[in-house]
């Protein structure tokens, strides 16, 4: 059977866009102003205890570092050990590189790959550092005049400056710099977990998550738990009573007529991924439903009436675009389940419970407007226990 593969192009474009949410006029004021000072400090200690020329090109390095510092303070990229630890081992890489390798071009390229390894290995990684062990390679004249102490002062020496700013400023402005970490003790100056991070999940739990999902580098573990526990707080508040066919069916259908295709069909089963396609007539009522296991019922009965084997009469099937190919009318069920959108969680259960019955239309006034599928009843069920538990 041939297989399709297409773009979306209109997800493909939409990635393009920002990926973060819009940030207010006065945090980003803060977050400048922060760094206006910070850098204005590291700056000041740079030009006063180290060569001019050698302390300015450090400017670049020390803006990214607090970009991060002032801008996303909760990021485990912008914590004081990350930015301290990162910064400094990249410009011990730096020289390092830059006196064994004369080469300038492997050396930049060296410098940077080395600099990420001993990043990660430290557990700190600080994209900045990566720019400070580039200016070192870049600057041979430089490390030969300086040698290591180029990592103490200019570059360890400022970004502590720049973290004690940062820690400062944060204070003064009312955000949490460093983060708090996950055994911290809550605003009472107890040991018990804030209201909003009691989940039944351990420190080692949440660490998983995040490695799952590659996400240790842009979330932490505090924030994880205090993300959780709000996401559980604002959707419980959006409901006011037992959890409805409405609130947990998909609202964003593809449909197909009755007289589609099944190559057709088939098309659309493989493109999305779907068990069930609606059947709508012209006005868009509700018509019936065509499961996967249509397609497999009708390649059978094809096979045995054609004494062909089971595999080509399938792909007949899908591929039939001759005078009478079959439509989807003709092998749709007209029979299963229905239920309207205030349709109780607990009278799903049943329905979807029994092996022939993948998802069950949500039909008002005669028209599908939803369909809950056996996930969409699992991931109900799952979120109504942890809300209880």
Known sequence: MRMRHTINWTQWVRGLGPAISAIPVGESLRAGIGALIGLGAAGLLVLTFADPQHGLILIAPFGASAVLLFGVPNSPLAQPWAALVGNTVSAVV???????????????????????????????VHPPGGAVAMTAALNPALVQDMGYHFALLPVAAGTALLVLAAVIYAQLTGRHYPFRHFDDENTSGTTDAPAMERLGLSEDDLNDILQRYRQS??????????????????????RRGPISAADIMSRDLVTVGAET???????????HGFTTLPVIGKDDSYLGV???????????EDALRGNRRFSSALRRLMTADGASPVRAGQIMAVTTPCVSPDTPLAALLPILAEGSCDAVPVLESGRIVGIVTRNDLIAALASESLRQG
């Open 94 to 124: 730096g020289v390092t590189v830059s006196l064994l390798v004369p080469d300038p071009t492997l050396s930049v390229a060296l410098a940077v790959a080395l600099s990420m390894v001993a990043m990660m290995l430290t557990r700190a």
């Open 261 to 271: 295709k099944l190559s057709d069909v088939a098309d659309l089963f493989r493109q």
């Open 290 to 300: 065509i499961f996967q296991i249509h397609l497999i019922r009708r390649a059978r």
């Open 217 to 238: 580098l842009n979330l932490g573990v505090e924030d994880l738990a205090r993300l959780i526990g709000a996401a559980q707080l604002q959707a419980a508040s959006h």
